[in-house]
């Protein structure tokens, strides 16, 4: 894979480029060609204008070296320098050479050099090692001589003349005519010359051959051909060679030593034995440990089995090493690993290759049956395997074992990983270079050189910044590259080292400033911080070489150093103390992290902070007094086999030498902090005693608790008394006065201690071959059965047996909280009952009743008390044990019983059926299960359970006892009576949430007449009881809640019961009817009936019998919102006009839940519909809530009454549709809008009321009254206005003239139609206003009792102040004087005119509209006009704001103080006329923002925000480069006015940089020659491009600057707006795109600004929806919160898209992409979308346009896939497709599982994108039909089906455009069309796609 480094080629070429000193400098023209080769990249560059200059340019592995070689034919290195992989190899990686060789692969098209044409010269020219010459052999045959040659080779051995081919006669006919004789397949020729060419050309063949063998880039590669000069084919390797190798044993005789290097070993025995290379065979995957380093593993892929080896645990390699052949830094025995799930991670990617190569190699020599030859040479310390085992044989408990044998040759070796032996040490340099500790990094570097051979890597060195008292401080961490340890910045103390003239810091680091905060050490400057981390590690070094009085005399650092990092973990530094020694006490201003000072004990440590205890081993490591300094681990640990590998550990106190062993975990009732508890806690974790020892399963808890043992045995002297929080279950004790444990009694008292004898310790050998395989196959078919058959004896202890049986058959192990026990006390003592859990299914099993167990006992495997024995206790049908582990083993006891009968019931289920108790096939099965407890008391043993005794004296026959139990009855009675028996199919449920409870109700359907009986209301069930036989509680006792009708009950099973119980009480008084006696037995509180004869229930009365019952009568009591208690109840009491909300009595509880929502603001609907969660998700959209709720409700009404209730909700709900309608957006792009809905649905409800008012027509009261239909009129759409105004206008006429039985109109229906005809733009609207006015005059004159209100004059001086809706002054102050005499004429009295209207003469009454259906924020309305830029003053606009200023100062003065609307509108007018003037003023013109500085001037408090939005959007759109910093400026100052601006007006700032990059990207594409010239617009100061493409980078950076301060802590409560904040990110984005895009439009392609960076802080600013759960609660927030998050990540995919599109224009190099350089963060991002996705789909929360934005997500990540041209990342690529096909398969899952109500979109697109781009990755054509029907597989959930019921409801694929995307796919290949036929119609029919499951 070619390394990053290659994609920033073209920019290394050009900063190069004028060093070479080529002819042309136009290098962007010149083509790249690229190789890579064992660790280094030589990229060839030709010039575009010369072909006989070249530049060389070589990467190396850690660096970059830049080689500038001139004079060398371009033609000699068209595609690769030909450098033999054995010669590079040799010379480790060598980037360059001295002399270049011509190439042996060639183009067919090519013109090829003259010296081509003599195979002879080119063989001269290559100098082939190992090839050399041979004598001519002659031969005679008619006085005619003949020649033949031959060359002797290393790899082929003889190569003899051959016979010249097509290819030789097209390059040199002569030589190829020559005359040649064949005699016994030996070549002669008349000339020895020609002899030695026909040679050469068969040696030149043969190695042609083998090159492009070697490589797997041209391996099937068919447009590169191999040189071939003869017609005889091209020899193999090793045929005839002299040296040869015929498997790894004879390689190894030769090569041992190679084995320090395992690839280079491998790689010499593949060529030589194969005569191919492994050089693409390795594989890596990094991982990033929890010491914060990346540590590596690695696998090598067998190039001709593909079988896979991973790395593996590398143990001393026993052969005499070369220098050149071993390892540079260290080696591979020596290295440090780290074992994780199972595999073995080193610290860089050149070992994990090695330890992967070493790995195949010892299964190599295992398989090739030597085993002495492989005991001598094995590499790993693994058991190697046989081939078709495939597999690694070592489990993954091994590793501990073999890490402790590792670990014990390295220290009979003596090996250090910081030391070599017998080389130089630090120690030793020490005495030369003691004066370069005073710059201690330069100390480190040295010592590295000499000691190492190499030095660290300046990224070796890392910082961290930290703010505190206004200054910035630094510490840092150094990582050894060899060990990837870490060392952190010490303290240093004065360094008393020799001082040398200029090697000192300018300050000494002794007396450096420092700040110590959280344990770490801080410096004032970065290179101290540095320096600090240097001497850390020196310090570390010379300890750990030995610690002698030279070490301690140089120490730098006044910590103690340390042996490893587990000695660094437990060290912990008082640097109180060690600053006073440092001198001076504690730095100026500095605060300390309290440490432990000596002598104080535990108990002062714990006071306050008792969470400790849950962390054993730090607390006592963190004090002083146990921590021993660092100096030595105080832990030991031991490890012992049984089943499974188990850990013990001591602690040993560093002060007294005293022994603390493991102890067994108590539970602790202390309260737990964040991260500072273990999981499981220590009582939780399983453990083993064995020999007085508690093992446990991980050495980290042993070590813990040995912690826990010592801190009792402390706290206890401490105290002398035992603790309250004692951790132990073992009894502290006195120093000195330890005692032996009794663990037998212990483990009583805990269900996971086992204690075990020597009989349980099991030796692990390495199984054989046959063994795994058998045991692997045998795995595949465990059962509960087999498992049973094999361990009859674990049955005797349930829990040991269901523990083997999940590890065996499920292959894992249950977790400990799966058991769960519960107590009561009953006669004076404490019973125990549990339950177990299915981790998988979360089915639960309840102790039960465990008879004798009737098989073979082992010694070991039983409890102390067989289980069918131990004393049990019956209660409320649950069965309880006298111990706590006897309830758990009988919990588990009763899971295997389920369990085996679940695998079918038979002979060996019943004879191993442990308990009493029948097992049942589901959890409907076990609620409807009954058992008694008295019977199987007695088939027990012994009758009633010690102590008890059975209270009920019942006869056989009597079976009323299960009245308690109705369902149990029900079904024995239906049995008996009728003969038939009833499923869970005919029992149904209903559930309702109200308030954050979930109820449900029931109901039983007859199996024999298919009546249906609810849930009743259960009364006290009078029938005797037996024991275990009654539920709990009681059904007379359980909750209930009745709604409408229905009795809800807590639990289901509840519900269930009491539908049986409703149905008992109505079988029985039929029966009683019909037999004429009556029954003694009634269970419910409803009255019973006669089939067919419901009766309505009056549960007012029944509900007073019972306490626990209540009655939703009140929509209070349903709504926990409502309670006055909540902050949100005066919000939704209340209605449009301010008053409390009148709830009907009249309506059904759902009617009344409709009028509050018809009443509610719609402010506040959004927030109190977060709330209702009762019945139904409530949404975002008011409009949407109120149209729910009024849909629910009953909409036949029985009675006069009810008509009128029902048409007050109609016209409440109408009132508020029409609130709705008037704020309503309007998008013009969309045909069917959400106004057009309101009407709709407007129309439906007054239609109702029209049919209802004709059933009650003869009634004195109508149902419809004038109101209602006000309010309808209000509802019209505001869309075709006109129209609406001509209909309302009909309505109006209608109701004046008596049609219909309308009621006449009021004063609001004129002024509802006027307003309408107020909408309609120019002359028509003001007609229609003016004649609906006279009409309206004419009826008040006639005496209709109407009266013209203010909202008439309003809309009639709004309308006649205007022409062609241009505001006039004159005519407003007309109309206002017509208006007095009118108001005097109809109303007899004069009209004063206020302010309101004032306001209303300037209002444009007029739709609100938007230019598309994305987010818009409110200011953008009035700022369209200065898109583009400024215009020139218009002077009609400019009249138009002159009067309407003019109208301003009227109102002024004549005492009417002008509102803020008022200025608003004269704001508004001045900036609508999109000219600067009009904007700042000037030319005449006050400007809009003079008016808004004298709005805020003339407001008594903080003017509204709305007067700043034309201001803000003219600066915002109109793409100035002087527009950001405006906009920048005008919201600063609202803030200082005391208003906080809002994120729809900071949005503003983003917009603003959008307009303005545009407008300049624009211009340096040449495409804007239409500049506006403004005088506040500043240029660039040289007026250049670089200037230009500089003021973006800005621009963006500014972005991202303001972005972090809206999401910074002290802001994060104002982020409540999701769609501000997602254009915001969305807009920064896209402002580092353009930044990033303009660098590629400069004329000579470069640019001072990296590209990259942008691309890099696009990906940066995904962090920010990442991390936004801070936003405010608001509905539906975390849906919100995810479709944002996707149009985001939508966004960030589609810039990168747009980048590599423009740079593919741009640029010749056109395999660079953005989109594959960031993969990383496009896969990330698909898959966080997705989980959230799925999350939220699961719980249905999903909203209706996610689906939407998913899509698109995936379209657009498929177009970056398809631009992809590296075939590197086309493994990436078709990874990204099949996760889009996986995302779409589950949602279509979960579609068909809970259905779906929006209609399914088309993805044909996807599915065909996903086709086409597996045709440019996939390049074998086999490969790629079986990817291609993968795809269409996948995609035919989503065809068109026959029965629309099997169609997909989630999205749907037209099959036929995707076979045409597939046959694109695969080209012209011949087969093509047998390969899509068999999708016809017909055959596809018969192909059955294999069962998936959706992940």
Request: glycine fraction near 6%.
């Amino acid at each position: 894979m070619i390394p990053s480094s290659l994609r920033h080629t073209k920019r290394h070429l050009r900063r190069i480029g004028n060093k070479c000193l080529l002819p042309s400098h136009n290098v962007r023209s010149s083509r790249f060609i690229f190789h890579h080769d064992n660790g280094s990249t030589r990229f060839i560059a030709r010039d575009a204008t010369n072909n006989s200059s070249i530049i060389q340019h070589t990467i190396s592995k850690r660096r970059r070296n830049y080689d500038a070689i001139s004079g060398t034919s371009v033609q000699h290195c068209r595609n690769l320098s030909d450098v033999p992989p054995e010669t590079t190899a040799e010379n480790n990686g060598s980037s360059s050479q001295s002399t270049f060789e011509p190439r042996l692969l060639i183009n067919e098209s090519e013109n090829l050099p003259d010296y081509y044409s003599s195979p002879l010269q080119v063989l001269t020219k290559r100098n082939i090692k190992g090839v050399q010459p041979m004598q001519c052999e002659t031969l005679s045959i008619n006085n005619d001589t003949w020649y033949t040659a031959a060359y002797e080779t290393a790899k082929f051995g003889i190569c003899q003349s051959g016979t010249f081919a097509e290819f030789t006669h097209k390059l040199n006919p002569t030589l190829a005519n020559e005359q040649a004789m064949n005699l016994n397949d030996i070549i002669y020729y008349k000339t020895p010359y020609v002899a030695m060419e026909a040679a050469a050309a068969r040696v030149i063949d043969s190695y042609s051959a083998l090159k492009k063998r070697d490589y797997a880039a041209f391996r099937n590669d068919d447009s590169i051909i191999c040189l071939r000069y003869c017609v005889e084919d091209p020899k193999a390797v090793g045929s005839g060679a002299k040296e040869e190798l015929t498997s790894i044993k004879s390689s190894l005789e030769k090569f041992a030593w190679q084995l320090h290097a395992p690839v280079n070993f491998l790689e010499n025995c593949f060529r030589k034995l194969f005569g191919s290379t492994i050089a693409d065979c390795f594989h890596t995957q990094f991982r990033r440990m929890e010491d914060g380093a990346t540590w590596c593993t690695g696998t090598f892929t067998d190039p001709i089995t593909l079988e896979t080896f991973h790395s593996g645990l590398v143990g001393k390699i026993d052969v005499e090493a070369k220098e050149s052949s071993a390892l540079k830094k260290i080696s591979l025995d020596e290295a440090q690993v780290q074992i994780k799930d199972g595999k073995v991670y080193y610290p860089n990617e050149q070992l994990a290759k090695h330890a992967a190569a070493a790995r195949a190699i010892d299964c190599y020599l295992f398989r090739e049956g030597d085993d002495k030859v492989l005991k001598k040479y094995q590499l790993c310390l693994e058991e190697p395997y046989s081939e078709d085992t495939m597999g690694n044989n070592a489990k993954r408990d091994d590793y501990d074992k073999l890490l402790l044998q590792r670990q014990k040759m390295q220290k009979k070796n003596g090996r250090a990983t910081t030391k070599k032996e017998g080389g130089k040490t630090f120690k030793s340099l020490l005495k030369s270079f003691s004066f370069q500790l005073n710059v201690p990094m330069n100390f480190l570097e040295n010592c590295y050189r000499q000691v190492h051979g190499f030095t660290f890597p300046k990224d070796s060195f890392q910082i961290d910044r930290y703010t505190a008292n206004d200054r910035l401080w630094f510490t840092a961490t150094f990582s050894d590259p060899g060990t990837s340890e870490v060392f952190y910045s010490g303290l240093v103390a004065p360094i008393r080292a020799p001082q040398k003239e200029g090697v000192a810091l300018s300050t000494p680091l002794g007396e450096a400033e420092v700040h110590i905060m959280d344990g770490k050490v801080y410096y004032a400057e970065e290179k101290f911080a540095r320096h600090a981390a240097a001497a850390r590690a020196i310090d570390n070094y010379l300890f750990r070489e030995g610690s002698d009085e030279l070490t301690k005399k140089c120490q730098l650092c006044l910590e103690d150093p340390y042996d490893d990092v587990a000695g660094r973990d437990l060290q912990q530094n008082d640097y109180e103390e060690l600053l006073r020694q440092r001198g001076g006490g504690a730095a100026s201003g500095e605060t300390f992290d309290r440490w432990k000072l000596p002598g104080k004990s535990l108990s002062y440590e714990l006071e306050g902070r008792l969470y400790k205890l849950h962390i054993p081993m730090q607390l006592l490591t963190n004090n002083r007094n146990f921590n021993g300094h660092g100096r030595k681990n105080p832990f030991r640990t031991e490890a012992i086999t049984f089943e499974d590998v188990w850990h013990t550990a001591t602690f040993t106190d560093p002060n007294t030498s005293e022994v603390f062993r493991a102890g067994i975990g108590r539970r602790l009732d202390v309260e737990k902090k964040q991260g500072a508890f273990l999981s499981p806690s220590l009582d939780e974790a399983e453990n083993r005693v064995f020999d007085g020892k508690v093992y446990y399963r991980d050495s980290k808890l042993a070590k813990h608790a040995a912690a826990a043992r010592a801190i009792d045995c402390y706290l206890y002297r401490d105290c002398g008394e035992f603790s309250p929080n004692q951790l132990c279950l073992e009894d502290p004790y006195e120093e000195g006065a330890a005692q032996e444990i009794d663990y037998d009694a212990l483990a009583t008292t805990r269900a996971n201690i086992s204690v075990l004898d020597k009989s349980h310790i099991a030796t692990v050998e390495p199984q054989s071959q046959a063994s795994r395989t058998e045991s692997a196959s045998k795995k595949m078919s465990m059962s509960f059965k087999s498992v049973a058959e094999s361990s009859t004896f674990h049955f005797h202890v349930p829990v040991n047996f269901l523990e083997k049986c999940f590890r065996q058959v499920r292959g894992k192990m249950y977790p400990n909280e799966s058991f769960q026990c519960d107590s009561i006390k009953a006669n004076d003592r404490i019973w125990f009952t549990a339950t177990f859990t299915d981790p998988d299914t979360s089915e639960v099993f309840y102790s039960g009743l465990v008879r004798t167990i009737d098989v073979e006992a082992k010694k070991g495997a039983t409890l102390s008390t067989p289980l069918g024995e131990a004393e049990v206790h019956i209660m409320d049908g649950k069965v309880y044990y006298a111990e706590e582990k006897f309830a758990r083993h009988a919990a588990a006891a009763r899971a295997i019983d389920n369990y085996l009968f679940r695998e079918g019931g038979d002979e060996l289920t019943r004879r191993y059926q442990l308990c009493l108790e029948d097992p049942y096939d589901d959890v409907a099965g076990r609620d409807l299960q009954q058992n008694d407890y008295d019977e199987l008391l007695r088939q027990r043993g012994g009758g009633a359970a010690s102590g008890e005794e059975s209270n009920v004296n019942h006869s056989e026959e009597d079976s009323y006892w299960k009245l308690h139990i109705p369902l149990a009855f029900l079904k024995t009675y239906l049995m008996e009576k009728f003969g038939t028996e009833f499923s869970t199919e005919n029992l149904g449920q209903e559930s309702i949430e109200i308030g954050m409870r979930t109820w449900h109700t029931a109901t039983f359907k007859d199996p024999n007449t298919a009546e249906v009986f609810p849930s009743g209301l259960v009364g006290p069930i009078k029938a005797d009881q037996r024991k275990g036989m009654v539920l709990s509680p009681t059904l007379n006792e359980a909750e209930v809640r009745i709604l409408d009708g229905k009795v809800y009950y807590t639990q289901y099973r509840y519900a269930k019961h009491a539908a049986a119980a409703r149905a008992i009480d109505c079988y029985f008084y039929r029966d009683e009817k019909a037999n004429g006696k009556a029954s003694k037995y009634r269970l419910c509180l409803e009255d019973p009936y006669e089939e067919g004869n419901t009766k309505e229930i009056d549960y007012n009365t029944l509900v007073a019998s019972r306490d626990n019952a209540k009655l939703l009568d009140a929509v209070e009591n349903m709504m926990p919102y409502l309670d006055e208690s909540d902050e949100d109840f005066t919000l939704i009491s209340r209605t449009y006009t301010d008053q409390p909300v009148r709830v009907d009595q009249k309506l059904s509880t759902l009617g009344r839940i409709a009028e509050i929502w018809a009443e509610t603001p719609a402010d506040t609907s959004a927030r109190t519909s977060a709330k209702i969660t009762s019945f139904s998700k409530a949404s975002r959209d008011p409009t949407e809530n109120i149209l729910n709720w009024f849909k629910r409700v009953d909409h036949n009404p029985s009675n006069l009454e009810q008509a009128m209730a029902f048409s007050q909700l109609c016209n409440k709900t109408l009132l508020a549709l029409a609130k709705e309608n008037v704020e309503k957006v309007i998008n013009l792009n969309k045909s069917d809008t959400e106004c057009a809905e309101i009407q709709k649905e407007a129309k439906a409800i007054l239609d109702k009321l029209l049919s209802i008012s004709s059933q009650f027509a003869s009634t004195n009261e109508s149902v419809v009254n004038t109101e209602t239909l006000n309010a309808y009129i209000l509802c019209l759409s505001r869309v075709d206005v006109e129209e609406s105004a001509s209909a309302a206008e009909g309505l109006l006429k209608r109701m004046s003239e008596g049609k219909d039985n309308l009621p006449s109109p009021n004063t609001g229906t004129y002024n509802a139609v006027m307003k309408l005809w107020s909408l309609v733009d120019g002359e028509k609207g003001k007609d229609g206003v003016n004649d609906t006015f006279s009409h309206f005059q004419t009826a008040v004159v006639t005496g209709d009792d109407l009266i013209p209100n203010r909202d008439t004059f309003q809309i009639l001086l709004a309308a006649n102040s205007k022409e062609d809706n241009h505001f006039k002054y004159d005519l407003a102050l007309a109309s206002l004087e017509r208006i007095k005499a009118l108001s005097q004429d109809l109303c007899g009295e004069t009209f004063i005119p206020g302010v309101d209207d004032y306001n209303a003469a300037l209002k444009k009454t007029s739709t609100n509209c938007l230019a598309d259906g994305d987010y818009q924020p409110p200011w953008f309305w009035h700022g369209q006009q200065y898109d583009g830029g400024f215009k020139a003053m218009d002077d009609g606009k400019k009249s138009e704001a002159l009067d309407m200023e003019k109208w301003l100062d009227h109102a002024e003065e004549v005492g009417a103080s002008p509102s803020e609307d008022m200025y608003f509108q004269v704001i508004k007018a001045w900036a609508s006329t999109g000219s600067l003037e009009g904007l700042i003023g000037g030319d005449g013109a006050h400007g809009a923002e003079e008016l808004a500085k004298k709005a805020v001037l003339r407001s008594e408090g903080a003017p509204n925000l709305k007067v700043f939005h034309p201001i803000i959007a003219a600066w915002s759109l109109c793409g100035e480069k002087l527009g950001p910093d405006r906009v920048k400026e005008w919201i600063d100052q609202i803030s200082l006015l005391g208003m906080k601006p809002d994120l729809d007006l900071q949005v503003a700032y983003f917009v603003a940089v959008e307009k303005w990059q545009s407008k300049l990207i624009a211009n340096l594409q040449g495409n804007n020659n239409d500049r506006i010239d403004c005088a506040l617009v500043e240029e660039s100061a040289d007026g250049s491009s670089d200037g230009d493409i500089e003021s973006l980078f800005k621009a963006a950076q500014n972005c991202t600057r303001y972005l972090k301060e809206i999401t910074s802590d002290e802001n994060r409560q104002d982020i409540a707006d999701l769609d501000a904040f997602t254009s915001m990110l969305c807009y920064s984005i896209k402002a580092w795109s353009r930044a990033s895009e303009s660098a590629h439009l400069l004329p000579d392609g470069s640019s001072l600004l990296d590209t990259t960076q942008g691309v890099k802080e696009m990906a940066n600013i995904l962090k920010l929806i990442r991390t936004s759960n801070h936003i405010q609660n608001t509905v539906d927030v975390d849906e919100a919160l995810v479709n944002a998050a996707g149009k985001v990540y939508t966004e960030f995919i589609s810039q990168l898209c747009k980048l590599d599109s423009t740079r593919n224009e741009n640029s010749d190099n056109n395999e660079r992409c953005y989109f594959a350089d960031r993969i990383a963060d496009v896969e990330s991002s698909l898959r966080s979308y997705e989980y959230h996705s799925r999350r939220l789909a699961s719980d249905g929360k999903l909203l209706p346009e996610s689906n939407d934005i998913r899509h698109n997500l995936y379209r657009e990540t498929l177009r970056g896939c398809a631009g992809v041209k590296l075939s590197t990342d086309f493994g990436h690529m078709m990874r990204i497709c099949t996760l889009i096909m996986d995302c779409l398969s589950w949602h279509h899952a979960q579609t068909r599982e809970h259905g779906s109500s929006k209609e399914a979109e088309d993805v044909t697109d996807v599915y065909s994108d996903i086709a086409i781009i597996s045709g440019t990755c996939v390049k074998n054509p086999y490969e790629r039909m079986n990817v291609l029907r993968s795809i269409y597989d996948r995609a035919s959930d989503f065809f068109p089906r026959k029965n629309p019921h099997h169609e997909s409801s989630y999205a749907r694929v037209d099959r036929a455009a995707l076979l045409g995307s597939m046959r694109r796919s695969l080209g012209d290949s011949e087969m093509t069309d047998s390969f899509l036929s068999s999708f016809e119609e017909g055959k596809q029919g018969q192909r059955r796609r294999p069962r998936q499951r959706s992940r």
